[in-house]
């Protein structure tokens, strides 16, 4: 049992001045994983002379010991695994003036080498933008409500801005 518990003392201290797990390579991440769960399974085994000990002192570094590879287990096990990314949909009151423009303006991703980008047909620098072609298109329509809500909600701007496709959007 103490060669059980000198690893794992090593592995406590090597680990706290590891790096952190957002810094772990997925390769590192699963060699960690592996290795923190099969420490927690050997501890688990032989849980009646470890955790149970009747000496206080050595029951709580046993259960600090399995609280760090537990966490080192979970950490891991989140850069293995990370979260799905949220798909944003982008809706407003507009959007189906902006969908409207759209068919009439062309493809999301459009480049058409007359300085236009788009699937609203918007000039580089659009919003702060330097190619709106390369915005989801739930980023486009965001990017014209804010100018549109900024010239606050004028029918005059949608005009300028799309002089031949707002006809009948609006």
């Known amino acids: 049992m ?5 690893t794992i003392v090593v592995l406590f201290a090597v680990g706290v001045s590891s790096s952190s797990a957002a810094e772990l390579t997925k390769h590192q991440a699963k060699a960690k994983y592996y290795h923190a769960r099969g420490y927690i399974k050997a501890i688990g085994k032989n849980a009646h002379r470890t955790i149970y000990h009747s000496n206080p002192r050595i029951r709580r570094k046993w259960q600090a010991a399995l609280r760090y590879l537990m966490r080192v287990r979970d950490h891991a096990y989140k850069v293995l695994h990370p979260p799905p990314k949220p798909r944003v949909v982008y809706y407003s009151i507009h959007s189906a003036m902006w969908e409207c423009i759209h068919e009439k303006e062309g493809a999301w991703d459009a480049n058409t080498g007359n300085g236009y980008y788009g699937g609203l047909q918007m000039t580089s620098g659009w919003g702060g933008v330097s190619r709106p072609d390369l915005l989801s298109p739930s980023a486009q329509m965001a990017l ?24 009948g959007c609006v």
């Open 2 to 6: 103490r060669p059980l518990f000198a």
């Open 144 to 167: 014209a409500e804010a100018g549109y809500r900024a010239s606050g909600y004028s029918l005059a701007w949608i005009r300028q801005q799309w002089p031949n496709t707002s006809w």
